[in-house]
């Protein structure tokens, strides 16, 4: 069972250059996210989709693009990366029923900006 | 904006004891959840606590939820070392499909 999967693991861009972080589901979740964990701030939500073809700005939005591109793909773009944006980065996906919202997480991509 | 914090951040355990950690958040739910994550990995669901009252368990924790206090314990009976991660809780704000984290605590269990 592949979940939640993302590419790519680990990158180093230069202050400016941009790039897209992939994430891909086969649970056939309705909802996906982009999180950012930074240490001591928990995780911080960058954007979300609840379903396919709608997304949403969360709590750190600026810098950011976001596509969904079908069910099972949600990518994050980063246009022109800052120092700032050295971070981890998890994609996450749920079934977003009105019983419960599990979230199921990506193995994260670590993300650093010199 | 829905609130959520836990207490303490970091919390160093000797091994065979019992200890308590605490997530409060700010406005009415009645779903949280708790995620374990292990250093340089990715988060792990660990318990769904749907209902007041709602209690959880599974080996050495056990989650509990009450809705009216707006706080979730999670208990650790005789810690041991593989019990070492962060615990994340996250609450449900009913609006849309987000969930809103804590900042997690950070568990190190020592001989």
């Known amino acids: 069972n592949a979940g939640v999967t993302q590419t790519p693991k680990f990158q180093v861009l230069k202050t400016g250059q941009s790039m897209t972080l992939q994430c891909a589901q086969d649970?056939?979740?309705?909802?996906m996210y982009w999180y950012r964990q930074d240490p001591g701030m928990g995780l911080r939500l960058i954007y979300y989709?609840?379903?396919?073809?709608?997304?949403d700005k969360g709590e750190v939005p600026n810098g950011y693009n976001v596509s969904r591109l079908n069910k099972r793909e949600f990518s994050l773009r980063l246009e022109s990366a800052a120092p700032s944006q050295t971070s981890v980065y998890f994609c996450?996906?749920?079934?977003?029923?009105?019983?419960?919202?599990?979230?199921?997480f990506g193995a994260g991509t670590r993300l650093s900006v010199l | 904006e829905l609130k959520v914090e836990q207490n303490p951040l970091f919390l160093s355990m000797q091994e065979g004891k019992n200890y308590t950690i605490y997530c409060n958040y700010s406005?009415?739910?009645?779903?949280l959840y708790w995620y374990r994550q292990d250093p340089g990995k990715s988060l792990e669901s660990l318990f769904v606590?749907?209902?007041?009252?709602a209690v959880k368990q599974e080996g050495r924790l056990m989650a509990s939820l009450d809705t009216k206090a707006r706080l979730s314990t999670l208990h650790i009976t005789a810690a041991v070392h593989d019990l070492s991660a962060t615990y994340f809780c996250?609450?449900?704000?009913?609006?849309?499909?987000?969930?809103?984290f804590g900042k997690g605590i950070t568990l190190s269990v020592r001989p």
């Open positions: 996450a996906s749920s079934k977003s029923g009105r019983i419960k919202n599990i979230q199921y």
């Open positions: 649970m056939n979740h309705n909802s």
């Open positions: 989709s609840a379903s396919e073809g709608t997304t």
């Open positions: 406005t009415t739910s009645d779903r």
């Open positions: 606590l749907l209902s007041n009252g």
């Open positions: 996250a609450v449900d704000g009913l609006a849309n499909s987000k969930l809103t």
